[in-house]
């Protein structure tokens, strides 16, 4: 008897603390557990029906959609003379970082006024001029640390080139804008053969008159009439093809800067309170200039 009391008192105490965990209710799955860890999850609490927290995704460009991915890779140098009304005169600069790992095709790209809407895109050009000879052109690519002038007018060769150690002969018998950069060598540096059956004290004399990228095609002076050695050094050598023989081999013949020319009559950019675009192929914008 003594024993059916204490089962029946036994079960009493485990209803009542049954009843007072909720009962029925005590094992509802909606209260917060731990999501499995990683790499299952992400280790956070979350609540059943609850949707889980989005991880937004990283940008890495940090350009806006009309920034082209150039646009810390090339850049405008200031307004040039872009407030000209001479066509001939009428350029900008364009330079490329000097921390760019690559070089950078600039063909197909745009300049573009923002104000008027007026447009123009850089086409082709000549990596090594060569005088008397069809010049194939190709896309220009800006160097690390290069950089283009970009012409309004026409270009008295005919085409956009690139410069070398040479082409400062060019600025001799036609101009340019800006002047081109004179760095050929001095005749008086070459190496010449001298002495017997070489260039005599009188023509080394005459040599060491000559400036530099100062070209010699017409006749030597009467006192060479009967030099034929020295006759046949200066037709062949001073001057710019002569140069780019000698030279084009050297390990600093070519240098990075571009001259670029656009073929128009008249001028592109406003005197004044003009913006200049410069558009990559794609139409997004590289920089751009406002004076």
């Known amino acids: 008897m003594d024993l059916l009391k204490f089962v029946i008192f036994a079960i009493g105490v485990l209803w009542v603390f049954w009843f007072a965990s909720g009962g029925p209710q005590g094992g509802r799955t909606d209260d917060p557990f731990i999501n499995p860890p990683p790499p299952l999850g992400m280790g956070e609490t979350y609540q ?39 066509s001939a005169k009428e350029y900008m ?28 895109t850089i086409g082709n050009g000549v990596y090594l001029p060569i005088s008397g000879s069809v010049n194939a052109e190709q896309p220009i690519y800006l160097s690390p640390g290069g950089k283009a002038y970009i012409a309004t007018g026409r270009s ?16 001799e018998f036609q101009d340019f804008t800006p002047t081109l950069p004179k760095k050929c060598p001095y005749p ?16 080394m004399d005459y040599l060491e008159s000559i400036g530099r990228c100062e070209a010699r095609l017409g006749a030597l002076p009467l006192q060479f009439s009967n030099d034929p050695v020295c006759q ?6 001073v001057h710019y093809a002569g140069c780019v023989d000698t030279h084009k081999a050297d390990a600093d ?39």
């Open 232 to 237: 046949e050094y200066v037709a062949k050598s």
């Open 93 to 120: 600069e364009i330079r490329a970082g000097r921390e760019n790992t690559a070089p950078v095709n600039i063909s197909g790209w745009t300049l573009k006024s923002a104000i008027t809407g007026g447009s123009v």
């Open 253 to 291: 013949f070519y240098s990075t800067e571009w001259r670029v020319y656009l073929g128009r009559d008249q001028e592109l950019w406003k005197m004044e309170r003009e913006t200049i675009l410069l558009l990559d192929a794609s139409g997004k914008t590289v920089d751009s200039v406002s004076y």
């Open 156 to 171: 008295p060769k005919g085409y956009s080139f690139r410069l070398n150690l040479c082409t400062g002969y060019f600025e």
């Open 188 to 203: 008086r540096d070459e190496e010449v053969s001298v002495g017997v059956n070489g260039i005599t004290d009188a023509c």
């Open 48 to 86: 059943v029906g609850t949707p889980k927290p989005v991880v937004p995704k990283e940008t890495t460009t940090g350009k806006t959609p009309d920034e082209s991915l150039f646009k810390s890779s090339v850049s405008f140098y200031g307004k040039g003379t872009a407030s000209l009304t001479d």
